[in-house]
């Protein structure tokens, strides 16, 4: 059972474009959540991250958007750029309980940015 | 910057051996988290533990054991490494307060011939 997809396993953009990872959860209990960028060889670093009581935020050329009507978050990358291509997880944390501070992931996004 | 640290990086072993991965940050992070990862999938988490003497099992089923003996040092112990253990270790810690966000160390790639 699969609380969080991520159905692209991979994107490819051209510099300067727009890249838009996309993610879906089933948990109505999560309420936080975050992106992270994996290079190869390396652990994966926090990118960004939403409240659901928030519907955007915004950090330099990252901003992600929540859809909690459809359990939707998307990540848009503007302008992307060649140093952008890796791997992108979303994540998800439910507040309280057993579950508070643990993270469930996405399978990952492959982002290939060109030239 | 965050300071996590995980020895060794790559270790290929025979089955039935011993081995012990390392974790250590420098942040005094309280909580500490083990997941395993392999290509293409999610990160399970298989350990993690909220302080010292605390440890819990997370959601994938593992043969692996933890301690957390200090606050900074989370090792994890296979007692005999078996091909399935093939994968990559991730090791990361998140403040008490800001415990959303975690950080990663490196990683381990244990391959058991």
Redesign the interface.
């Given at each position: 059972d699969?609380q969080?997809k991520q159905n692209s396993?991979s994107l490819s953009v051209q510099e300067g474009r727009i890249s838009i990872l996309n993610c879906d959860y089933t948990n109505s209990m999560f309420d936080?959540f975050?992106w992270?960028k994996k290079y190869p060889?390396?652990?994966?670093?926090?990118l960004i991250?939403i409240s659901s009581i928030k519907d955007k935020n915004e950090d330099g050329r990252f901003t992600v958007f929540l859809n909690k009507s459809a359990k939707h978050l998307s990540l848009h990358i503007v302008p992307s750029q060649p140093g952008d291509s890796a791997v992108y997880?979303c994540a998800a944390?439910a507040r309280g309980g057993t579950s508070?501070?643990?993270?469930?992931?996405?399978?990952?996004t492959i982002l290939t940015v060109h030239p | 910057e965050a300071d996590i640290y995980q020895t060794p990086r790559y270790l290929v072993i025979g089955t039935g051996k011993k081995i012990t991965l390392e974790c250590s940050q420098t942040m005094g992070h309280d909580k500490m988290y083990w997941y395993q990862q392999d290509p293409g999938m999610e990160l399970h988490l298989i350990h993690y533990s909220y302080g010292v003497n605390s440890t819990e099992k997370g959601d994938l089923s593992s043969e692996s054991t933890v301690s957390r003996i200090r606050t900074e040092h989370f090792p994890l112990t296979l007692e005999s490494a078996r091909p399935s253990h093939t994968s990559q270790y991730l090791c990361a810690s998140s403040d008490r307060l800001l415990s959303y966000e975690q950080y990663f160390g490196p990683g381990t790639r244990l391959t058991v011939t």
């Open positions: 699969q969080v396993p936080y975050l992270y060889a390396e652990g994966p670093t926090f991250s997880f944390s508070y501070g643990k993270l469930t992931f996405g399978q990952g | -």
